[in-house]
């Protein structure tokens, strides 16, 4: 089946820096790909919604700024948290849909932890 | 998209059925109905979705009701692997000429507990 890879699966990183995580449909093609958070013991919670070859749509209340997302091809989506703080600690998943079957399922990655020391 | 309630969590013994209960009573005509899961620290993966028909696959069946304001995920003979958050979601059938949004929007989903 289909297969969205997520890169890294875990990171730590000291506070102040950035961080870029990649996600990836490997053998498919999405023109709109999902970023979600989730914080232990909760829910995922949409980010943002990625489009290839324009900006990306952010929900209410999440910084643009602070998590840049570019969807420059339509296999990859980049989600970078600049000048990380402890409290971006936090499980980041990314989701994909085959352009071709946009009413099947969507696939997900395996996830990024994120650990801002 | 139609809001969905579930139980908060549910037990079952390894070997037998698992009835997941889901009740989207404002579902509309075009919404489809969606069954996720998540195991620990993992990404979600798609168990099946229908629209009104009930549907099976290897790995679950959906049984929707009539009035389409309920259904039930049914794992037939749970496994300790079993043990996961299963997400029902609602979510609006994507027009054709669609390529982009259209979101699946997690709730809490029901923690399932599978016990030997």
């Known amino acids: 089946g289909a297969v969205v890879s997520q890169h890294p699966s875990r990171v730590i990183c000291k506070s102040g820096t950035s961080v870029k995580i990649e996600c990836r449909s490997l053998d498919f093609q999405a023109t709109t790909m999902f970023w979600y958070r989730q914080f232990p013991k909760q829910s995922l919670m949409l980010m943002a919604t990625?489009?290839?070859?324009?900006?990306?749509?952010?929900e209410q209340g999440v910084e643009k700024d602070k998590f840049l997302i570019n969807h420059a091809s339509l296999t990859l989506s980049t989600l970078t948290v600049t000048s990380a703080h402890p409290e971006d600690s936090s499980f980041y998943i990314c989701?994909?849909?085959?352009?071709?079957?946009?009413?099947?399922?969507?696939?997900f990655g395996q996830g990024t932890r994120l650990t801002v020391v | 998209d139609a809001k969905t309630t579930q139980p908060p969590s549910m037990d079952c013994a390894e070997g037998r059925a698992a009835n997941l209960p889901c009740n989207h009573s404002t579902i509309s005509g075009n919404e489809y109905v969606y069954w996720y899961r998540q195991i620990h620290s993992q990404g979600p993966q798609y168990i099946i979705h229908g629209l009104k028909n009930n549907e099976t696959n290897e790995m679950a069946s959906l049984i929707i009701t009539e009035d389409r304001k309920s259904s039930t995920l049914i794992l037939p003979h749970a496994t300790l692997r079993d043990t996961a958050v299963y997400y029902c979601?609602?979510?609006?059938?994507?027009?054709?000429?669609?390529?982009?949004?259209?979101?699946?929007?997690f709730g809490k989903g029901t923690s399932l507990l599978v016990t030997p």
């Open positions: 979601i609602v979510r609006t059938r994507i027009p054709s000429n669609s390529n982009s949004g259209y979101a699946l929007n």
């Open positions: 989701s994909a849909r085959d352009r071709g079957y946009m009413n099947t399922e969507a696939f």
């Open positions: 990625s489009n290839e070859g324009s900006k990306a749509t952010y």
